[in-house]
């Protein structure tokens, strides 16, 4: 069965500090990875995709196939990076898009 | 455009009661979905749509009903509510070749006492 784990329930850093959001997920195909963000009274949104490869808000996720992590990391966290992280993998292209358990992140000044 | 919009936002329910959750996009996406947020167990995905008149089940699809008659609504229907159903609801819809970017409603909140 596929599956996705995000261990961590709640990740708490100070300002400045690095961050990393770990997620590793059981698949027996290659599926693609991508990482959702919830802030407060927003709607959840799509943060990065790693197909991408790109930085967005100083957050890059790096997929290891051997590994079968996808975690989610930033060199200086943020207050206003203080949210709900969801990993998902993609069963396929048109299909399902199943999200992990999320861990809350708390950037303390 | 109002995006993927969801009625109501709050609702509390008795055991046993039905009631309807509205979800609705306009931006003519061929795909949508619902996911119910509960803490520590994360999203979880009820039933999903690939079209019109196609559904399908999700992770959690027992005790939920939907259908897909036109491509801008997809309700979740609730026949019989159980308190195990409290929670909060999300929808989402997304184009079927990027079904990975899925645009999410504002969620009802949904207590069953």
């Known amino acids: 069965a596929q599956r996705v784990t995000q261990p961590e329930k709640l990740l708490s850093v100070f300002k400045g500090a690095p961050v990393e959001l770990k997620c590793n997920y059981s698949y027996s195909g290659s599926p693609e990875l991508f990482w959702y963000v919830q802030y407060s009274r927003q709607r959840l949104q799509l943060l990065l995709r790693?197909?991408s490869r790109e930085s967005i808000k100083g957050f890059t996720a790096d997929l290891n196939k051997g590994e079968t992590s996808f975690h989610l990391k930033k060199p200086f966290a943020q207050e206003e990076d203080s949210a709900m992280y969801y990993c998902a993998p993609l069963y396929n292209q048109g299909g399902k898009l199943i999200f992990g358990q999320g861990t809350e992140l708390s950037v303390k000044p | 455009n109002a995006g993927v919009t969801q009625t109501p936002k709050f609702q509390v329910l008795k055991t046993g009661q039905s009631m309807t959750l509205q979800c609705a996009q306009d931006m003519n996406h061929e795909y949508m979905s619902w996911y119910r947020q509960d803490p520590g167990m994360g999203l979880r995905l009820i039933h999903y749509?690939?079209?019109?008149?196609?559904?399908d089940q999700g992770e959690v699809p027992n005790g939920y009903n939907v259908s897909r008659s036109t491509t801008e609504d997809f309700p979740l229907r609730l026949l019989s509510a159980a308190p195990s159903q409290t929670s909060v609801y999300f929808c989402?819809?997304?184009?079927?070749?990027?079904?990975?970017?899925?645009?999410f409603g504002p969620g009802t909140r949904l207590t069953v006492t």
């Open positions: 989402a819809s997304s184009t079927t070749e990027a079904s990975y970017e899925q645009y």
């Open positions: 790693h197909i």
């Open positions: 749509s690939v079209g019109a008149g196609i559904t």
